[in-house]
């Protein structure tokens, strides 16, 4: 009996073994040591020169390398390393040349004239005029699917083409030769030569394009790269790898050699990798701030991004009572919001245009400094105009609902959000409907709520971005939010007004909203970062792309 | 038995097809928009998309375009990817997966019989009670629980297996174990009650009583006819691998399928939603019909060809 117990277990062991062998085999290989990757040092080598590879994480796959069809900052950064346009942003978002040597612009502010520099694609043809008429023209065909094509707006007959309306060839694109590209707008625009460092507006070779056929920008052999570094490597969910490009026409600039980039979707899997020196970058959510709050690598990056509550005035009539819109505006302490909810820099918010955004032309005071803030919080305020309100209605109780994001963050605001307004305002009763960010985009389409935490972020250096949002019947509006002298100021600052006038006419627009309490903002985004001291000039951009890496280097 | 698997196969197709079906009406039922600028959008500019996808088009032609194309082994473009059809995406990211799932499955189930049949042979020792402890453990503990643990402990502070992704054999290790804890809690459960089951039938006895050695009765007699059992759970089980391993790719960053369904549907792609659920709906049935044809090796009182019942 006991020998055949022994000879079962031995049996057993044999089997586990075996199976043990098995998996701490593999081929002998070790485990890297970290930051190892691509270090060509021989150890105990002192050098001067350090290896100049960025090891950085994004968290999604590459969505499309299509330039035509990004909408989203992964595409957008991953364009602005590998592509280049007629300008790109430098510093302070300001747009220095790109594939555009210099331009001319007429007196009527109409008609600009791009003089393009000897470029080259990394097949080795040229960049030409051709390139840009040839995709410029694809973003505004609407057969072409292009999600941003509404930042082409401001082109000669860009919004009639788009509507199909007029045939793509008649948009104000000319050819005058290989190296002159000549645009007409519809109407003077200041920000123009910025809208011409958007990725949308990047060239793309159309004998390039189309010998790819539907293959094209799928993967890296169906790619040619006209920008700072090429790409080198796609593994679709894993990564990718840029290298320098040196056809580049100002590769002397470029310092990195080589930047590889992991696909990491969870945020405590990238703070790991952070800690044993596999990456030199990490964004923080709000539970790791606290952590990491002293350490010299942590940062937070000031995003001009506003968050605020819409207020629909269809759905619940209450609504369309400006007391009551004031009172949720006066009734929500947003510093504690930031401070405590959020924790990870974000500031509150009391405008609709974010601070640190835009300045006055002349001044040089930011767009806020003229009006000040907002409904800063104010329990006594909000009960006023609560209580005004419901008098004005005749009502004693309202039940509103608000419509907000699933995620973790979203979640805590929403109760938050929830807790200050019931707290703050007797009678109300604050139902919450927390949905995937695609849900929340088409009830909003349907104005289908009553109140919605939504925000938004820039796509071009300029308060329209912000302003022109709330215009009568606009397509972002969507909470029958109207006034009239609003509307006549942001019509005429599209239009007629140029400069100083026209900053000034945004600013009153702006501060005419914010009276009417059209919306409540709520604060302004800050992500808490961590970034090795040794990268320096990675630019961080505040639209299109969120970090720019030319001018980046490694410096230990 | 040949026979057998062609009918299943017949029903394996008929299944697929009520599947597409249902998931296709229930699909068309979500709420959302699969365009992510759509807040950018004017209203025309949305029906120009809409109707560029065919979504303007009525539900039932949608439905007949779509069974029709997938017949012809198209199963369409993802909204999220740009151009790139999800076929390819699926073909691109099912190695990960797939290499965890297996790993998972084989690892779990070796470890859990191992488990399983000392706790049974070691009734009521520390052995028993161990075994039982662990079981306890990987049944009750969520795997993301496993992982965020041994990639803070084994991964950034001793160092000895990489944090995370997917390069090479020693970055497998850390995603199998913690991925295959339940697997090997049931496992073990169920071994040792059946071992346990077995060990005390008349047969056993008998077979000791003829002097046949411990050894070919535990093994020979005992363990075979204690899988039996055991291959029902792993059947399912396998299914569960599909989905549990969402979690496990994600924490340590595997270029797998295991997100991507999850994120589709969040985000609306109507044709990655229909892709990934026929794809995993034919791994389940192929799982089961795998199962059933396994009964028939391990236990020749079980006749698959006969059909009759």
């Not at chain 1, 470029?254 to 979707?265: A, D, T």
């Not at chain 2, 017949?10 to 597409?20: C, P, S």
Request: hydrophobic share 40%.
């Amino acid at each position: 009996m006991r020998k055949t117990k022994w000879s079962f277990l031995l049996t057993l062991m044999l089997v586990l073994s075996v199976f043990a062998a098995a998996c701490t085999g593999g081929g002998g290989e070790t485990t890297p040591e970290p930051g190892d990757e691509g270090k060509e040092e021989t150890p105990g080598e002192v050098t001067e020169e350090v290896a100049q590879i960025l090891n950085i994480i994004d968290t999604a796959e590459i969505p499309t390398m299509d330039t035509v069809m990004g909408t989203d900052a992964v595409a957008f950064e991953v364009a602005d390393a590998v592509f280049e346009g007629l300008y790109r942003l430098g510093e302070n978002a300001q747009p220095v040349p790109g594939i555009a040597e210099s331009h001319d612009l007429s007196e009527d502010g109409l008609v600009y004239t791009f003089h393009l520099r000897d470029a080259k694609w990394s097949d080795g043809s040229e960049v030409v005029a051709d390139d840009f008429l040839y995709t410029w023209q694809k973003v505004v065909n609407p057969d072409t699917g292009s999600q941003y094509n509404f930042i082409m707006g401001d082109i000669l007959n860009a919004n009639k083409i788009m509507a199909g309306e007029m045939a793509p060839e008649e948009l104000g694109v000319k050819v005058i030769d290989e190296k002159t590209l000549e645009v007409t707008l519809e109407q003077p625009v200041d920000y123009f030569i910025s809208l011409t460092a958007f990725p949308v507006y990047y060239p793309q070779k159309q004998e390039f394009v189309e010998s790819q056929g539907e293959n094209y920008a799928l993967e890296v052999e169906n790619l040619i790269f006209n920008g700072p570094f090429t790409l080198s490597e796609w593994k679709h969910e894993e990564g990718w790898v840029y290298k320098k490009n040196p056809d580049y026409w100002d590769a002397d600039t470029v310092r990195l050699e080589q930047i590889n980039v992991k696909v990491v979707k969870d945020n405590a899997t990238a703070v790991n990798l952070y800690d044993t020196g596999d990456i030199d970058r990490v964004g923080l959510t709000s539970e790791f701030v606290d952590k990491y709050r002293n350490d010299p690598a942590f940062t937070t990056i000031e995003e001009t991004v506003v968050f605020w509550l819409k207020m629909n005035q269809t759905r619940t009539e209450a609504l369309a009572n400006e007391n009551i819109r004031k009172a949720i505006a006066y009734g929500v302490d947003r510093v504690s919001l930031t401070d405590v909810i959020l924790n990870n820099g974000s500031i509150p918010a009391y405008t609709t245009v974010p601070k640190g955004f835009v300045t006055h032309p002349e001044t040089g005071e930011d767009f806020n400094d003229k009006y000040g803030d907002f409904y800063v919080y104010d329990a006594d305020k909000a009960l006023e105009h609560w209580n005004t309100g419901l008098g004005e209605l005749g009502i004693t109780e309202l039940s509103l609902e608000i419509l907000g994001g699933d995620t973790e963050t979203s979640k805590n605001l929403n109760a938050y959000l929830k807790d200050q307004l019931e707290k703050h305002l007797p009678g109300l009763t604050i139902d919450l409907k927390e949905v995937p960010f695609n849900v929340r985009l088409d009830l909003d389409d349907n104005q289908d709520y009553d109140l919605q935490f939504a925000g938004w972020g820039p796509d071009y250096l300029d308060a329209m971005t912000f302003v022109d949002l709330w215009l009568t019947g606009g397509g972002h509006n969507k909470m029958e939010y109207s006034n009239t002298e609003f509307d006549q100021l942001v019509s005429d600052a599209k239009t007629s007004l140029t400069g100083v006038e026209r900053f000034e006419a945004m600013q009153d627009a702006a501060r005419i909203a914010m009276e009417d309490a059209a919306i409540s903002p709520l604060y302004q985004r800050a992500r808490a970062t961590l970034i090795q001291p040794y990268v320096k000039g990675m630019l961080i951009q505040p639209f299109g792309p969120d970090y720019s890496y030319k001018w980046a280097y490694i410096e230990k | 038995m040949a026979k057998y698997i062609v009918k299943r196969l017949f029903f394996t197709l008929i299944t697929l097809f009520i599947i597409a079906s249902a998931t296709f009406f229930l699909m068309k039922l979500l709420p959302g928009t699969p365009f992510t600028a759509q807040e950018k959008l004017t209203e025309e500019q949305l029906e120009i998309l809409k109707d560029k996808y065919n979504l303007n088009d009525p539900v039932p032609v949608q439905y007949a375009n779509y069974i029709g194309n997938m017949l012809k082994g198209d199963l369409g473009v993802s909204f999220q990817f740009g151009n790139r059809n999800v076929t390819d995406l699926i073909l691109d990211r099912i190695g990960p997966s797939a290499h965890l799932g297996i790993q998972t499955l084989i690892f779990g189930a070796i470890v859990g019989i191992f488990f399983g049949v000392i706790a049974a042979l070691k009734q009521n020792t520390m052995w028993d009670y161990g075994s039982t402890f662990l079981a306890v453990l990987g049944k009750s503990v969520p795997s993301f629980v496993f992982a965020g643990i041994m990639q803070y402990f084994i991964g950034v502070k001793l160092g000895w297996f990489p944090v995370a992704f997917w390069d090479g054999f020693s970055y497998t290790i850390m995603p199998t174990i913690a991925n295959s804890m339940f697997t090997l809690a049931v496992a073990a459960r169920f071994m040792r009650t059946e071992m346990i089951d077995v060990l005390s039938s008349d047969y056993i006895t008998t077979a000791k009583a003829k002097g046949l050695n411990s050894f070919a009765v535990t093994v020979k007699h005992a363990l075979r006819n204690s899988l039996i059992p055991l291959i029902t759970v792993l059947g399912p089980l396998t299914a569960g691998l599909l989905t549990g391993s969402l979690v496990i790719e994600k924490i340590f960053a595997i270029p797998g399928l295991g997100e991507q369904f999850v994120r589709s549907i969040y985000v609306n792609d109507y044709p990655m939603i229909m892709g990934l659920t026929m794809f995993f709906s034919a791994l389940i049935i192929l799982a089961i019909l795998i199962v059933d044809i396994l009964y028939g090796i391990v236990d020749p009182r079980i006749r698959l060809a006969g059909g009759n019942k």
